[in-house]
């Protein structure tokens, strides 16, 4: 057993951040001794250390408990195969839906996660869905749930003050909007304001969110439809801001202006071209 100076030392955790965390989420589970203070067993730093993993890597620190509570409850992550399965057979309830993301999201770094879990079983969904195996209403359960589980964390993520945003969203044509949204928390994560548009927003709308909030940076996700409509934006953005950082994500196979960054396929080597050309704390702002 340690006491709470040795759990802070060998944790890397400072003792009021470990009181703090035990009082307001439950974690860890301490037990106390005869003079009434705590005493940190093994499993209660492997705890406090997963916390902090999953703090350090973006999450809020009520985020980071519910996901250390779930696997601490002897949950373990579906895999995505298992997870677009489950929806096949059926039915399966929103709670459950919730609960297979979260451990399936939060149990590590989130691109990680989105990488190697998220994308997967979404390909896994489009598979099945023209195998004729799931329905469009089960694709759309799966959407919503997933969104559902990106907002939560999103809207946990405590927004900078006075910082100059990044603009995400898709243009018209473009809908399908979990890749974008995902990409906008993993920002939000990593301390970058964020506004997200969400998805089919025409060219005119782009411009007018540009010249509203004079973002730092403006990121454009496509997929499989809208090429077409996504170039017209990107030339009008690039016509109208020349200065501004323009990045588009996803398979995008359109037209790409000068001067338009596209993105890596995965989100963490995204996330890193993004980070090294619009640091955190970057306030370009548009030129006219």
Same mark, same amino acid.
């Not at 439950?26 to 916390?51: F, I, K, Q």
């Given at each position: /057993? ?6 802070? %030392? ?23 001794? $005869? ?15 997963? /916390? ?20 601490? %409850? ?15 057979? *059926? ?8 609960? *297979? ?6 149990? *590590?770094?989130? %691109? ?8 997967? /079983?979404?390909?896994?969904? @489009? ?8 329905? &469009? ?5 799966? =959407? ?13 993520? %405590? ?12 243009? +018209? *044509? ?30 005119? &709308? ?5 010249? &509203? ?13 809208? !090429?077409?409509?996504?170039?017209? +934006?990107?030339?009008?953005? !690039?016509?109208? !801001? ?23 396929? =995965? ?9 090294? $050309?619009?640091?955190? @704390?970057?306030? !370009?702002?548009?030129?006219?």
């Amino acid at each position: /057993m340690y006491t709470i100076k040795q759990a802070s %030392a060998l944790t890397g955790v400072p003792a009021d951040t470990l009181r703090a965390w035990e009082r307001r989420y439950g974690v860890p589970s301490t037990s106390r001794s $005869e003079g009434g203070y705590r005493l940190y067993d093994d499993h209660a730093l492997d705890t406090v250390r997963r /916390m902090r993993t999953l703090i350090d890597g973006g999450q809020a620190a009520a985020q980071a408990a519910e996901s250390v509570l779930a696997s601490d %409850a002897g949950d373990a992550p579906v895999s995505p195969e298992g997870f677009v399965e489950a929806v096949i057979k *059926g039915p399966v309830s929103d709670e459950e839906l919730s609960r *297979g993301l979260l451990l399936a999201l939060e149990a *590590g770094p989130f %691109a990680q996660a989105a990488d190697s879990w998220l994308m997967p /079983m979404l390909r896994r969904v @489009g598979e099945a869905w023209a195998q004729g195996r799931l329905t &469009s209403g089960q694709e759309h359960v799966i =959407s919503a749930a997933v969104l559902r589980r990106l907002a939560i964390a999103y809207e946990r993520l %405590a927004v900078p003050v006075d910082a100059t945003p990044v603009l995400v969203g898709l243009p +018209t *044509g473009s809908r399908h909007e979990i890749g974008a949204f995902t990409f906008a928390l993993l920002l939000r994560q990593a301390g970058y304001d964020t506004v997200y548009l969400g998805p089919d927003l025409p060219t005119d &709308s782009w411009l007018h969110a540009v010249d &509203s909030y004079r973002p730092a940076a403006a990121v454009l996700s496509v997929l499989t439809d809208g !090429h077409a409509e996504a170039s017209a +934006t990107l030339r009008a953005l !690039h016509a109208a !801001h020349p200065a501004l950082p323009v990045f588009v994500g996803g398979p995008f196979a359109g037209e790409v202006p000068p001067r338009v960054r596209v993105l890596p396929s =995965s989100f963490a080597a995204a996330f890193a071209a993004f980070a090294l $050309e619009v640091p955190v @704390g970057a306030g !370009h702002g548009p030129s006219a």
